[in-house]
């Protein structure tokens, strides 16, 4: 019997022994024939060498000569990719072997209007991971969080890692972006990942057009993957500190809404944040 066929687009930059791992995870899926698409960043660690050992039908390499940014090296390899799905993983992500099978089968057999699916994303303690299932963070939550109220009123929270597990499929605002299958008419119709972002909430900005032109987000608890995180951030802390905190304003000035009359008072706490961040990172 012919296998279903799953294009992995892949985003690279410096994550070093951790992106091999990655993609022998990847081609070690059972059910299904798939095929990496790596976007490397104007890495400089040797990161991609190894791609060398593999043929054109296993690995796609695209070496950038500048560092593009996430959104746009996303969208290169989605241009590359075929099929009606299209999965997008972090390099410092780890797939079980039955992983991606069993996520492109929940996808198949929808009969809803879902644009992109998420699994459950592990530590590697095998704890959750913050964000694989999450409500759209807006400036009052956000806030709340900065100064702490999300301890004493729960409904601020908008990550749902102290949730119970659901039994099954469920609806979410979001996902994670360290592992999306993306609904490729969902893709064509929202116009991609938005290349104004340079790192950090591309995913959140991705998942809100998604619901604007009436696509589902859905999380599919039952399917695992262990992420590291950080890996590549690791190695230009201080840009992504940058990044984030810029990505974060960004996000709130387009999707806050009545909530915007509170970025006078969050826009100087978030610099705060960021500034307390790179300390640490000299300190």
Same mark, same amino acid.
Do not use: H
């Given at each position: 019997m012919l296998l279903p066929e799953l294009d992995v687009v892949i985003v690279n930059y410096n994550a070093g022994d951790?992106? $091999?791992?990655?993609?022998?995870?990847?081609?070690?899926?059972?059910?299904? $024939?798939?095929?990496?698409?790596?976007?490397?960043?104007?890495s400089v660690d040797g990161s991609t060498d190894f791609c060398l050992e593999y043929s054109a039908a296993q690995i796609l390499l695209v070496s950038n000569s500048d560092n593009v940014g996430f959104s746009s090296a996303v969208n290169q390899g989605i241009a590359l990719s075929e099929g009606d799905w299209v999965m997008l993983l972090n390099p410092d992500t780890t797939v079980f072997a039955s992983s991606l099978q069993e996520l492109l089968t929940v996808a198949q057999k929808t009969t809803a209007r879902v644009g992109a699916l998420g699994c459950l994303v592990r530590n590697p303690d095998m704890s959750e991971q913050r964000g694989c299932r999450r409500d759209i963070p807006t400036p009052a939550k956000v806030l709340a969080h900065t100064v702490g109220l999300h301890h004493i009123f729960p409904f601020l929270q908008f990550n749902h890692t102290d949730h119970p597990l659901p039994s099954d499929v469920q609806r979410v605002e979001a996902i994670s972006g360290s592992c999306m299958l993306l609904n490729r008419q969902a893709y064509n119709e929202i116009g991609g990942f938005d290349e104004s972002y340079f790192l950090h909430f591309e995913d959140l900005d991705y998942c809100v057009r998604l619901h604007a032109f009436n696509w589902q987000v859905m999380f599919v608890p039952f399917i695992e993957i262990e992420h590291l995180q950080g890996v590549s951030s690791a190695q230009a802390p201080v840009q992504v500190i940058l990044h984030k905190h810029r990505s974060m304003l960004r996000f709130f000035y387009?999707?806050?809404?009545?909530?915007?009359?509170?970025?006078?008072?969050? /826009?100087?706490?978030?610099?705060? $944040?960021?500034?307390?961040?790179?300390?640490? /990172?000299?300190?």
């Open positions: 951790t992106l $091999r791992l990655c993609v022998e995870s990847v081609l070690a899926s059972e059910g299904v $024939r798939v095929r990496c698409i790596i976007i490397d960043n104007a387009r999707y806050g809404g009545v909530q915007k009359i509170l970025l006078p008072i969050l /826009v100087p706490l978030i610099l705060l $944040r960021a500034l307390g961040q790179i300390i640490r /990172v000299y300190c």
